[in-house]
T-cell receptor, first 118, second 113 residues
Framework: DAGVTQSPTHLIKTRGQQVTLRCSPK?????VSWYQQALGQGPQFIFQ???????QRGNFPDRFSGHQFPNYSSELNVNALLLGDSALYLC?????????????????FGPGTRLTVL | LAKTTQPISMDSYEGQEVNITCSHN???????ITWYQQFPSQGPRFIIQ???TKVTNEVASLFIPADRKSSTLSLPRVSLSDTAVYYC??????????????FGSGTQLTVLP
């Protein structure tokens, strides 16, 4: 059973460009969350997707957008890249979070995509 | 917002028990406490989760006092491979507080031979 997968592993872009990152959740998981992790810091919550809709959003500008597909996979899009967007972008999947299950939600993280903006 | 405070770093020796404490003074009623481990250039890995009292699994124990304003992750008999950053996370993915999930800066545990 494959865990959470992300692509690409590394990406280099220049300021002003747009980027799309992809995530496939763990089998059986229907909820996907995206995090940004700057060097030396902990992950910061960007947003969460369930049933193809953005359910919750952290403190990130509208340049960050996403999408979830019927097979539960997800994309993270970042427009008008800034130097400060350079980070490790993590995708995490959860089982049944969107169905209101209790337990706080246990997340399974992918290996991340390292984005460098020059 | 349930902000967490952890020590920046800790050192230990192989075979010792390690306890990492996290403070979360304004934890909400429906918040859970979850600990993750992260190695360089990898995603965080779930260790243990609890709501109150004590939780134990095959790799760690989690102690939560009655007031839930702090928690302690206990790693028995650490090995060199336990060298990593450990994050305490307070919140609830299943409620509207997921957007407040913030890992903080974590604790760098270094296990020495």
């Amino acid at each position: 059973d494959a865990g959470v997968t992300q692509s690409p592993t590394h990406l280099i872009k220049t300021r002003g460009q747009q980027v799309t990152l992809r995530c496939s959740p763990k089998s059986g998981h229907d909820t996907v969350s995206w995090y940004q992790q700057a060097l030396g810091q902990g992950p910061q919550f960007i947003f969460q997707y369930y049933e193809e809709e953005e359910r919750q959003r952290g403190n990130f500008p509208d340049r960050f957008s996403g999408h979830q597909f019927p097979n539960y996979s997800s994309e993270l899009n970042v427009n008008a890249l800034l130097l400060g967007d350079s980070a490790l972008y993590l995708c995490a999947s959860s089982p049944g979070v969107g169905r209101g299950l209790s337990g706080g939600g246990k997340q399974f993280f992918g290996p991340g995509t390292r984005l460098t903006v020059l | 917002l349930a902000k967490t405070t952890q020590p920046i770093s800790m050192d230990s020796y192989e075979g010792q028990e390690v306890n990492i404490t996290c403070s979360h003074n304004n934890i909400a009623t429906n918040d859970y406490i979850t600990w993750y481990q992260q190695f360089p250039s990898q995603g965080p890995r779930f260790i243990i989760q609890g709501y109150k009292t004590k939780v134990t699994n095959e790799v760690a124990s989690l102690f939560i006092p009655a007031d839930r304003k702090s928690s302690t992750l206990s790693l028995p008999r650490v090995s060199l491979s336990d060298t990593a950053v450990y994050y305490c996370l307070v919140g609830n993915l299943t409620s509207g507080s997921a957007r407040q999930l913030t890992f903080g800066s974590g604790t760098q545990l270094t296990v020495l031979p």
